[in-house]
């Protein structure tokens, strides 16, 4: 995109260094936490004015939570420090050579950037799922998602077209990783507790949800034994879980398997992949598998003063051959790493190789089930695994007030067994989908 | 708009009597709860699948509130009905003469018909305010505006033009009712406890907010008195309040008033007035001023069987010869009224005539300062009335989770002088402005 001449970076001259921090996700967040503003003059970059607590999107997606309860402004978390600057502009390339990157706003200049700009969507070059699907990596997917599927319940009723009402009542979800395994899930719980109290008129019973997932197994990041617990969980639960199912593609209505069998369905939820989001201008070999190679220093493989951070990086250390877990852990520990040793690397000390310690993975599947692997080996699910699951994501969240917002709301949800934030504020509708259109627009004027 | 083929409206042929309800407001949704399913099949649209507690909107709007806080699902709220049917969908039109009313998924036969669709923004056909200027009478309106302020102080951090960094901190009310009075309140608040920690390298001492009324006094629903002490708070707390002063037009960049003189914005809030939301195929003489006329039972002039009630209604008494205020109050009472006795109605009896209980009136100007106009016509001002504010509107709002959320986040944002919410969550970019849309999608892309 073109330099737009009536923007300035604005970012005042300074004789400390410079830090560019690209993204203020899990990584980027820590490391600014962790650098002091003493030695650094700190500028970060961000396509959103807040911190998104991804593990938990689906929440907002499913009508659990709204966002603010995830969602932490980020100019507010960062108010105390000195030198801190933030931009709400995506970077779009970055210069090694001349050591800047640049915006719409004008270059900027950096001593030392820090790229933690994360992982977007992966359609694997699927045009048809681009245009028509729901990912789920932020929060306006999020809410848009949300808007669907209710909107997508109200047409239902008042369809005279019974095989239309199928189509809008089923959900597919393509891709069985914690995002495919939570968010079916919280569908089967509004499916049995809430929706049928919404619209008495409208048959639950027949509602499928269709989990899709081309590998033997789901949570492939997990042990072995928290995927066959998540599977025979979700399957008693009611949801279609189809292993060794390859995708095809999907046209608004119609999603076909590779074995030629369709499905029909309006809202086909994709979490099949992601890749590194990479700016332009990185040399070729800095990437290679969609993400950018790191030393065991966190630096970017070419670079005297280029690091990358978490699901962005790869850092193939003798346990992690090809690269950390696309997880939060990796991503703190790596901002926390280098927010600590920066400083040394400047000053051209040894330090030795970043080491991920692995807290353990979780992932809730619905009331009361959810799977947790721990360290030493400790692999189990049921209740107690959905309590420990409960108790790190309040613990994790990023501000007090995250974490009283989401309490509030799980403890008001587990009694009532209700879903408050089934409200559609941010009307969204395809642009394969005609009738929606007009809805939409017949709704909104004045 | 044509008629959709593939939507029915599918509401269950019944030998009760049909009312079909039109909006969920204050009015319409009192008169849901008070009516019995036994005696009474109930249909409610709306073009919202949740009621807005509309005095709190410019709490959304000033990042205090989340929509949820004050919105609830109108699905949820009538659950337990046995014979209540909610469409989400605008009705189009009303044929008094066959007893049907229309809209793009057919029509629908009612043996009652309760206009409660309330107002909607009136801007007496100044084509320019309505393509540029942010009303305030939806949720989504209200994510728009906020949206617009966060967007506009980020811009103005970004910009190389001195002269527009002001036209993008400046904000122009134009209404000096409660809309316009406690938004303009809500926006000191904010330039005086948020922003300048949000962004140190702005002056928000050069911020300005002016609020701009046609007539010589604010808040004219209320005591001369409240008037007074509303323009003065404002003042002390740095608004520039201008009365008798006629607005002529804006550009999305100058506002311009009667007199010639010009006032440079980027963001003007419109809430100078309202119009009766009225349908098309109403009688003309069923209608005065862009209100319909009632009698002292809330039935429309002419017809046997609509009834209105609510801000579209004008129901003239010896006490409101311009019909009642169009406050929540008056809409509430005559939903109770009308829900009593709408079987008296349709058995011949004779009925009281409505009589509307003035229990006061209250506007919000501040932390610790309100005015309030109490029957036997106390009046005052000050922390007071302020305490008086925040107990009515939480025990007025619809649900106790809703009560529970706002009164949370008033003890958060008390506490910590913080406002929570200024995610922008709902990206909002008008036509007019160019740079926004390019920045918009080069964020929002991917």
Known sequence: MDRIESLELNIPATAKLRVVIIGGGFGGMKLAEKLSCKDFQ???FDKHNYHTFQPLLYQVASAGLEPDS???????????????????????????????????????????????????????????????????????????????????????????????????????????????????????????HVLPN??????????????????????????????????SDL?????????????????GTV??????EEIRTKTLIWSAGVTGDLLAGLKPDMVERGRILTDENCKVKGSPNIYAIGDVAMMKTDKYPKGHPGVAQPAIQMGAYL????????????????KYFNKGDLAAIGRGKAVADLPGNIQFGGRLAWYIWLFIHIAYLVSFRNRLLVFSSWVWNFFTYDKGNRLIIRSFVRDDDPVGKALLQLNETD
Chains 1, 2 share one sequence.
């Open 339 to 354: 927010g600590k040793h920066l400083k040394d690397f400047h000053l051209g000390k040894t330090v030795a190789p970043f």
């Open 198 to 231: 919404d619209f008495p008129e409208l048959d639950f019973t027949k509602m499928s949800i269709h989990l899709i997932e081309g590998s033997d197994r789901l949570l492939a990041a997990m042990s072995a034994k928290a995927g066959a617990r998540a599977l």
């Open 70 to 192: 995830i969602a932490g402004p980020l100019r507010q978390i960062f108010a105390s420090k000195e030198d801190f600057h933030f931009r709400l502009l995506k970077v779009t390339s970055v210069n090694p050579d001349a050591n800047t990157i640049s915006t719409v706003a004008g270059d900027l200049a950096y001593d030392y950037l820090i790229l933690a700009n994360g992982v977007k969507v992966n359609y694997f070059g699927n045009e048809s799922v681009k245009a028509h699907s729901f990912p789920l990596k932020t929060i306006p997917n999020a809410l848009n998602l949300r808007s669907q599927l209710m909107q997508m319940f109200e047409r239902a009723n008042m369809s005279n077209r019974p095989d239309e009402v199928d189509t809008m009542l089923d959900i597919v979800l393509v891709g069985g990783g914690p995002i495919g395994v939570e968010m079916a899930g919280a569908l089967v719980e509004l499916r049995k």
């Open 42 to 44: 700190l500028v970060m």
């Open 235 to 251: 399957q008693k639960m009611g949801v279609n879980v189809r292993l060794n199912t390859m995708f095809d593609s999907y046209d």
């Open 255 to 260: 999603a076909r398997l590779k074995s030629g």
